[in-house]
């Protein structure tokens, strides 16, 4: 969702910098972006709807200048809604990550006192706040930015620029910021991605803290007091792997492609975090696994393995579920995030709640040093590096391994564990071959027009089908839905005519007669049937062959949808690294 970045020091071609800059956090998702340069006395602004892609700006060189991405919460998609959003007097600029959520009255009360507004948004509130607030005598900018701040409800990030005193002013709860220092300037971000080439020291701003960027570098301070504190400076570590598409046409196609390194990097070298939680979950009274999309699903799978490998219950929820749970949460519990950017604001709402509840916190998680990182007790890292389409697909599968893993762990049975991952690892490599993925091809073609389709799993193959039917319909918006074949009689039927798409997950395990029969009643009905498993069946008009893999079948049933997902995407001519309304990091409620 909404990227960030701004920088002040030496005079550089900063308009250029903050839209390069802003290119790097084009992963997250948006829909307009803008850029805010100091120019003299005033202070130049340029916005767009739409992707940046070979948009230019045209600035003088300057030594302040910040940019925004934007997906919007508040007031439609228009230049006037991008941020940077500037006050009356167009000295202050201000842009913004999350929702203030007493915009209204806060609006109302600046309108009733002469403000103008130009945008929509609940963030040009912060703008009029901040002029009020500096006219009424605060004396400086971090000082009236902090009052400010305190005003707004909701989680925010904010930066503000004075054009007067050539400062950026920076304060957040929740939503990530990180400030760094480089050789010609300061600079500051939502993603530490976006401070390569302008920063090699960082600090990753607290909720308590507020941060001042001037030409005297960083002054962090303790927000309520205004307290100056140390700055706990260290290395700039955007070296998790290779962010280039390389060969590949889309980063979609390129991580669906490394998930069987990752299984294997994972299988091999995550032995000790991955005990560590299955220790965790041993000693806890009650585990609960959260997360959110695509991580939801591998969650849920993860309930299933625990279950079936360690006979462990391990409960299920939904980040933002979490609230309605949290009842049952006691010091003895542990609480276990899932999530590929560790910033989905859903999942850290659910932490900070489990926190206070005295509940332990640990963490499945893909970026190092995010938001759950740092708040965690324990954790196991993906190690995936970086993914950058907005659908998630290595990332799945890695927790999902993580999770067998563990649940092996658990049982005393780490080797078979490992040796499952690896034989699913071995699967995909051919499943990735040619000949493979011109049947999946196949398949997408003849779907690919289809308005809606249904996918059905029972036992550990249901959560498989939850995240094949979301996985196809963010990539090709062809409607998809997932079910347990149990559940098919009991409304999915009524859905079905002839011609329909109907994937069917059929693992050589307990639930092939069922599913297979399941399956029958859909064919009855006209239904097209794709099924998905190591064994053939007359029932299947097309068989998209798996290897069996007994209890890793999740590992090798996720790729078939990703693939005829992303070949759907290409036919109905979408781009399946940035579907439309998605973001990738989702940092908003
Ligand atoms: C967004 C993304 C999904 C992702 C979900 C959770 O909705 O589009 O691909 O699964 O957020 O993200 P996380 O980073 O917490 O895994």
Redesign the pocket.
């Known amino acids: 969702m909404c990227g960030i970045f701004g920088y002040v020091g030496e005079p550089t071609e900063v308009g250029d910098d903050v839209l390069a800059a802003l290119r790097a956090l084009e992963y997250r998702?948006y829909d307009s972006w803008g850029v805010a340069v100091g120019v003299n006395g005033h202070i130049g602004v340029e916005k767009q709807t739409g992707k940046i892609a070979q948009a230019t700006v045209d600035f003088p060189t300057s030594d302040i200048g910040f940019g925004h991405t934007r997906w919007a919460t508040h007031g439609g998609v228009t230049r006037p809604n991008a941020h940077p959003h500037l006050d009356c007097t167009g000295q202050l600029a201000v842009i913004h990550n999350g929702i203030v959520e007493n915009f209204r009255e806060l609006r109302d009360a600046l309108i009733g006192r002469g403000h103008h507004f130009r945008s929509e948004t609940d963030s040009e509130v912060i703008a009029h706040l901040l002029e009020e607030t500096l006219a009424g005598g605060v004396p400086d900018l971090a000082r009236a930015t902090a009052v400010v701040f305190d005003a707004l409800q909701g989680l925010n990030a904010v930066i503000v620029m004075d054009v007067r005193s050539r400062e950026l002013v920076a304060a957040k709860t929740v939503s990530p910021l990180v400030a760094g220092i480089g050789s010609l300037g300061v600079a500051i971000a939502s993603d530490a991605l976006a401070l390569r080439g302008h920063a090699d020291r960082v600090v990753y701003l607290e909720d308590d803290q507020l941060v001042r960027l001037s030409k005297s570098g960083l002054t962090l301070y303790e927000r309520k007091t205004m307290r100056e504190i140390p700055v706990p400076l260290m290395a700039l570590d955007v070296s998790q792997g290779d962010t280039a598409l390389g060969a590949y046409p889309h980063f979609m196609a390129k991580e669906m492609a490394e998930q069987p390194a990752v299984l294997e990097h994972l299988a091999r070298g995550a032995e000790r975090p991955i005990r560590e939680l299955a220790a965790a979950v041993r000693e806890s009274y009650g585990t609960f696994f959260v997360?959110?999309?695509?991580?939801?699903y591998a969650a849920l799978t993860g309930s299933y393995l625990y279950s079936r490998i360690a006979a462990r219950h391990v409960n299920f929820v939904v980040?933002s579920e979490f609230k309605y749970h949290e009842h049952f949460i006691t010091p003895q519990s542990l609480v276990v995030a899932?999530?590929?950017?560790?910033?989905?604001v859903d999942?850290i709402e659910a932490m900070l709640a489990a926190r206070k509840r005295g509940a332990r916190l640990g963490a499945v998680?893909?970026?190092a040093r995010s938001t759950l990182d740092r708040m965690v007790d324990l954790r196991v890292h993906l190690d995936a590096g970086p993914e950058q389409c907005?659908?998630?697909t290595k990332?799945?599968t890695a927790k999902v391994a993580v999770l067998l893993l563990a649940s092996h762990a658990l049982a005393g049975t780490y080797e078979r564990g490992r040796d499952l991952v690896l034989s699913a690892a071995e699967g995909l490599n051919h499943m990735l071959a040619a000949d493979w993925t011109e049947q999946v091809q196949e398949v997408a073609r003849s779907i690919h027009q289809a308005e809606h389709l249904f996918v059905i799993g029972r036992g550990l193959a249901f959560p498989t089908a939850l995240e094949a039917a979301l996985k196809i319909k963010?990539s090709s918006y062809i409607h998809a839905e997932g079910f347990a074949g149990g559940e098919l009689k009991h409304g999915v039927i009524a859905l079905v005519a002839p011609g329909t798409p109907c994937i069917v997950y059929a693992p050589n395990d307990e639930t092939r007669a069922d599913i297979l029969s399941g399956a029958m009643e859909l064919k009855s009905r006209g239904g097209y049937m794709i099924g998905i498993g190591p064994t053939p069946d007359p029932v299947f008009d097309v068989h998209l062959l798996t290897p069996d893999v007994a209890d890793a079948a999740p590992l090798v049933n996720a790729l078939p949808a990703q693939m005829l997902g992303y070949h759907a995407a290409l036919l109905r001519g979408n781009d399946p690294d940035k579907p439309r309304n998605?973001?990738?990091?989702?940092t908003v409620k």
């Open positions: 998702g997360g959110c999309g695509t991580a939801s980040g899932l999530s590929q950017s560790g910033e989905t999942v998680l893909n970026v907005v659908l998630s990332a799945y963010e998605l973001a990738k990091s989702v």
